[in-house]
């Protein structure tokens, strides 16, 4: 069955710091790829995806390649600010098995100033 | 609507009673979705409807806790006899139906069972 499995937080970081959150998966066929966040107190919203391999999904400054050889889709942003504390799901979702949409663990990112 | 809805927004509850969950999802929209969420947790995957086919109940922790979707739209996902685990926010998400697409989640409601 597909499985996401991402790093474990809480990540703590400076302002402007480099943030990278690691994301690998295992999926029957050929899944899409996502990103969530949900900030303190909110809902979960969908930040980015990505399709096929080797794309680029991008939103806020934040980046991950579909990266099919090491089954990966990292979760990047070069220079955070404090509004990015959060919580950030990767996920999958693939017809092969059903459409559903399979979450990782979550990250914790709090970003001080 | 423009988003998925879901009502009540909190909900306190006495251990041993039942409660409905509502969900109102995106106009269009042929599948839809309900998650839990623990405090500190990820996201637990309860039952998935898509369209007219049979749902998939497999995230279903027990026999105490149905959903069902009438006329392809509202769903209703209903908890008898609480109990004090079943403490949580519940998601409602929808979709459409393609696998590149993804949902579009609901603010919850915040179930404590008291």
């Known amino acids: 069955g597909n499985s996401v499995t991402q790093m474990e937080g809480p990540v703590t970081l400076s302002e402007e710091a480099f943030l990278t959150i690691n994301c690998t998966y295992t999926?029957?066929?050929?899944?899409?790829l996502f990103w969530y966040v949900q900030y303190p107190g909110e809902g979960l919203q969908l930040l980015l995806k990505?399709?096929?391999?080797?794309d680029k999904g991008s939103n806020k400054g934040f980046e991950a390649t579909y990266r099919k050889e090491t089954t990966s889709f990292h979760l990047e942003k070069g220079s955070v600010q404090v509004s990015d504390s959060a919580v950030y799901f990767c996920?999958?979702?693939?017809?092969?098995?059903?459409?559903?949409?399979?979450f990782g663990g979550g990250t914790r990112v709090l970003v001080k100033p | 609507g423009a988003g998925v809805s879901q009502s009540p927004s909190n909900k306190v509850t006495e251990k041993g009673k039942d409660v409905e969950l509502r969900c109102d999802p995106i106009?269009?929209?042929?599948?839809l979705y309900w998650y839990r969420q623990s405090l500190g947790q990820g996201l637990e995957f309860l039952i998935y409807?898509?369209?007219?086919?049979?749902?998939?109940k497999s995230g279903l922790p027990s026999d105490r806790f149905s959903a069902e979707r009438t006329g392809g739209s509202v769903s209703t996902l209903t908890i008898q006899r609480t109990q004090q685990e079943d403490s949580a926010v519940y998601l409602c998400?929808?979709?459409?139906?393609?696998?590149?697409?993804?949902?579009?989640f609901g603010s919850g409601t915040r179930l404590t069972v008291v």
């Open positions: 990505a399709t096929k391999a080797d």
């Open positions: 999926a029957t066929g050929y899944p899409s």
């Open positions: 996920a999958l979702r693939s017809r092969a098995a059903g459409n559903k949409l399979t």
């Open positions: 106009s269009g929209h042929t599948a």
């Open positions: 998400a929808s979709s459409l139906a393609q696998e590149g697409d993804g949902y579009t």
């Open positions: 409807f898509q369209g007219n086919s049979a749902p998939d």
